[in-house]
């Protein structure tokens, strides 16, 4: 089985633009997490969704959003980008809300110049 | 203060011998649950063992194993038999209290940078 896909693997961006990031989650997982993970530090969570609703955000600023689809896909969206953005972006499923191990895609690796 | 703490920034160990990486973790919530993952250079972080809070053994997964001291809030993990191939950054992780929301996610420490030495 396929794990988790994301996409696109790098992307470059300057300031002030938005970004778009991608999430196929492990087929049969109905939730999705998003972490941001700047060099140097441990993964920090962003966003969890569940049956396309939002279950949980993290402590992030309103430029930072996100939404899932019917098919449990995710996007994460960044607006007004700041260089300080600049990290790896993972993304996470699991098999339901109530499940406890999450499976981690391969990240988006975002640099904002 | 910090959730999870992991106390060691790099470590070395010899190939083929066990390592013992530290985490220790900060919790009121008598239900949570205790991860670790390793990530290797290209950046993907692969799940490795669990351990919830009311779990009475500590959990293995063939060479990793979970030493799990509850009262002493810690969360070691142990890796035997060392390969060249566990050389990683490796995380300990909680997620506190009920599924769900902010506290179903995880919090991670800081990560242990392993180099196994041939």
């Known amino acids: 089985d396929a794990g988790v896909t994301q996409s696109p693997t790098h992307l470059i961006k300057t300031r002030g633009q938005h970004v778009t990031l991608r999430c196929s989650p492990i087929?049969?997982?109905?939730?999705v997490s998003w972490y941001q993970q700047v060099l140097g530090q441990g993964p920090q969570f962003i966003f969890q969704?569940?049956?396309?609703?939002?279950?949980g955000r993290g402590n992030f600023p309103d430029r930072f959003s996100a939404r899932q689809f019917p098919n449990y896909s995710s996007e994460l969206n960044v607006n007004a980008l700041l260089l300080g953005d600049s990290a790896l972006y993972l993304c996470?499923?699991?098999?339901?809300?109530?499940?406890?191990?999450?499976?981690f895609g391969p990240g988006t690796r975002l640099t904002v110049l | 203060a910090q959730k999870i703490t992991q106390t060691q920034p790099g470590m070395f160990v010899q190939e083929k011998e066990a390592v013992t990486l530290d985490c220790t973790y900060d919790t009121s919530d008598p239900s949570y649950g205790l991860f670790w993952y390793k990530q290797p250079s290209s950046g993907e972080m692969i799940f490795l063992i669990y351990?919830?809070?009311?779990?009475?053994q500590n959990a293995t997964e063939g060479r990793y194993s979970l030493n799990f001291q509850k009262a002493r809030k810690s969360a070691n993990l142990v890796i035997s038999a060392s390969q060249l191939g566990d050389s990683a950054m490796y995380f300990c992780a909680m997620r506190e209290g009920n599924y769900g929301g902010s506290q179903g996610n995880l919090i991670f420490g800081k990560g242990t940078k392993l180099s196994v030495k041939p």
């Open positions: 969704y569940y049956e396309k609703e939002e279950r």
């Open positions: 087929s049969g997982h109905k939730s």
């Open positions: 996470a499923s699991k098999q339901t809300l109530y499940t406890d191990t999450q499976y």
């Open positions: 351990q919830g809070s009311y779990d009475q």
